[in-house]
C-alpha cells in the first residue's frame, strides 16, 4: 500500500511561466512514454511476477514514477499557473485550455488521451521485463526531445533528473533480467513461463 | 577500475577479467544481458540529487541539447 | 551545519537529499540484496532521514503521517501541497 508524503523527490519553483513548452513536456505526464505510463506498467506487472524480489522491484521502481508523475504535473501546472486565455491562446495552448482550462489532465503533446494500450502486462517474465526495459529509453529519448527545446534552467534541471533516473532503472530492470534469466534453464529461456506454466525453473527436462 | 559485470558480482571481486571468448559462451543467444553494477564509489548527497543517482558509473548525461541552467 | 542551524528551506533541502540516498540505495539493493556496503549505506542515510523528518515536524509541521504526533497532526493539513512552490 502507499503513504503520502508532502515533499517533491526533487524540488520545483518556476517562476517564469510559459505555455508553449508545458504543452511539450505534458507528454511525460499523459503521454505513451511518460511516468503515469511506467507507473502503471509496473504496478500492474508486480501481481503475477513469481519472483518475489522482481516483484519487489517492480514496486519500488512503480512507486518512484508515481513521485515523477507529481513532478511532471507540478511543471506543467507552475508554466501555466496565471496566464490569461489570450495568454494560453498566443502560445498554441487553446485547444487543450478550452478543454481543461488550466487544469491537469494526462494527455500527450499531440492530444492523445492517456490510455492502458499505450503500455503493456504480457504476464511472461522476460517479456515484461524486456518491456520495461524499453519503456525506461523511451523515457530517456523523450527527455532528450525536451531538452532540445528548453531553455530555462529551473525547468531544465528537474527535466535532467528525471532523465538520469531513467538511466538507473533501465540498469535495473537489466538486472532484474538476469535474476529471472538465473531461475530459468539457460539452454532454452524459453520453453516455458515462470509465470504460467507448472513447474517452470532452472531444472526442467 | 571496472565497477560493473558481466558476471555476479561476488565472482567479479576476484579481479579476473573474462577473457572475449569465455565472455560468449557464457551468454546464451537469443537473450539480452545487462552487465551487474557492483556499489563502489558514490557521490556525496548534494551533488547526487542534482545528478539525478549517487553512482558516477550511472551519471549518463545528455549533450546534444546545448547548455540550460547548469553548467 | 547542524539541523538545529537550519531553517525551513535548508532543512527540507537536506531532506530531499537523504531521502534520495535512499531511494537509490534500495533500488540497487533490490537487484543486490546482499552487498554489505549497499547496506551499511542505507542504515545509515535512513538514519539521518528519520532525524530530520522529525526535527522538520517538530518546526514545520509533518511531512509524513508517521512523522506527525498529537500536538503536530493537525498540521498536516496546513503543510503546502508539493506543486505550490514557484510564483503565487
Known amino acids: 500500500m502507499w503513504n503520502y508524503e508532502r515533499r517533491l523527490e526533487y524540488p520545483i519553483n518556476i517562476t517564469r511561466p510559459n505555455a508553449k513548452i508545458a504543452k511539450i513536456i505534458m507528454s511525460q505526464y499523459g503521454g505513451p512514454d ?9 504496478l500492474s506487472q508486480r501481481y503475477s511476477m513469481p519472483y518475489r524480489k522482481v516483484a519487489g522491484l517492480l514496486t519500488d521502481i512503480g512507486t518512484e514514477e508515481l513521485a515523477h508523475m507529481e513532478m511532471v504535473a507540478t511543471i506543467v501546472r507552475q508554466l501555466t499557473r496565471g496566464l490569461s486565455a489570450e495568454e494560453l491562446e498566443a502560445a498554441g495552448f487553446a485547444p487543450y ?59 531544465c534541471d528537474p527535466i535532467r533528473f528525471l532523465r538520469q533516473r531513467e538511466v538507473v532503472h533501465f540498469q535495473r530492470f537489466g538486472e532484474g533480467l538476469r535474476m529471472v534469466q538465473d531461475e530459468l534453464d539457460s539452454k532454452n529461456f524459453y520453453m516455458c513461463n515462470p509465470e504460467f506454466d507448472p513447474g517452470c525453473g532452472r531444472n526442467q527436462n | ?15 579476473c577479467m573474462p577473457e572475449r571468448s569465455s565472455m ?48 | 551545519m547542524m539541523m538545529n542551524q537550519m531553517n525551513q ?58 512523522s506527525a504526533n498529537p500536538e503536530n497532526y493537525w498540521s498536516w493539513s496546513n503543510v503546502p501541497l508539493p506543486w505550490e512552490g514557484g510564483s503565487c
Open chain 2, 24 to 71: 560468449d559462451s557464457d551468454f546464451a543467444l537469443a537473450m539480452a544481458y545487462v552487465p551487474w553494477q557492483y556499489f563502489d564509489t558514490v557521490y556525496e548527497p548534494d551533488k547526487a540529487l542534482e545528478i539525478g543517482t549517487i553512482f558516477p558509473e550511472l551519471d549518463k548525461p545528455f549533450l546534444a541539447a546545448g547548455r540550460c541552467g547548469r553548467p
Open chain 3, 9 to 66: 528551506a535548508q532543512l527540507l533541502h537536506w531532506i530531499d537529499m537523504v531521502s534520495f540516498a535512499v531511494v537509490d540505495i534500495t533500488e540497487y539493493l533490490d537487484t543486490h540484496p546482499k552487498d554489505e556496503e549497499a547496506i551499511k549505506y542505507f542504515n545509515h542515510y535512513m538514519d539521518l532521514r528519520r532525524s530530520a523528518l522529525r526535527a522538520y515536524a517538530e518546526k514545520y509541521g509533518p511531512l509524513t503521517i508517521d
Open chain 1, 97 to 155: 485550455y478550452v478543454d481543461h482550462t488550466a487544469g491537469i489532465w494526462p494527455q500527450a503533446a499531440g492530444g492523445i488521451p492517456f490510455n492502458a494500450c499505450e503500455f503493456q502486462v504480457k504476464g511472461d517474465a522476460i517479456t515484461d521485463l524486456v518491456e520495461d526495459m524499453a519503456a525506461e529509453q523511451k523515457a530517456r529519448s523523450t527527455y532528450d526531445n525536451i531538452l532540445r527545446l528548453v531553455k530555462d534552467p529551473e525547468v
Open chain 2, 1 to 15: 577500475m571496472r565497477n560493473y559485470s558481466m558476471t555476479r558480482p561476488m565472482e567479479a571481486r576476484c579481479g
Open chain 1, 34 to 42: 511518460g511516468e503515469i505510463s511506467a507507473s502503471l506498467r509496473y
